[in-house]
């Protein structure tokens, strides 16, 4: 019923920056609010931000803010993330999340109902 595909990751040196893509096919009509979570290897997954449906809320894991922006644009069914000043240790599988829930809840997902995940895109920070 929704379905979530990102894109953009890829290779890029340290310092660098990316835009990575969410996009929601979506045939509930539902009013998701939609986060970005990321998995290095050999670790757990880590919330990175999370943005309602309207756009007007958002929030940020404590050490991602300033080096991560969240936006969307509902018009394309599309969530981004804006990653800046790329760090080795931001090397990692990243993933959008949908889910019916406040942003903040959305960054504990294993306590709601239902949450709908991507596949995800690999981004490389190499040095």
């Known amino acids: 019923q929704v379905q979530l595909v990102e894109s953009g990751g890829g290779l890029v040196q340290v310092g660098g920056s990316l835009r990575l893509s969410c996009v929601l096919f979506?045939?509930?009509?539902?009013?998701?609010?939609v986060g970005w979570f990321r998995q290095a290897p050999g670790k757990e997954r880590e919330f990175v931000a999370a943005?309602?449906?309207?756009?007007?809320?958002?929030y940020y894991a404590d050490s991602m803010e300033g080096q991560f922006t969240i936006s969307r644009d509902n018009a394309k069914n599309t969530v981004y993330l804006q990653a800046t000043s790329l760090k080795l240790e931001d090397t990692a599988v990243y993933s959008c999340?949908?889910?019916?829930?406040?942003?903040?809840?959305?960054?504990?997902?294993?306590?709601?109902?239902?949450?709908?995940w991507g596949q995800g895109t690999q981004v490389t920070v190499s040095s």
């Open positions: 979506d045939r509930t009509g539902g009013t998701y609010s």
């Open positions: 999340a949908a889910a019916d829930s406040g942003v903040a809840t959305l960054a504990h997902p294993e306590v709601l109902p239902k949450v709908y």
């Open positions: 943005i309602s449906w309207s756009g007007r809320s958002w």
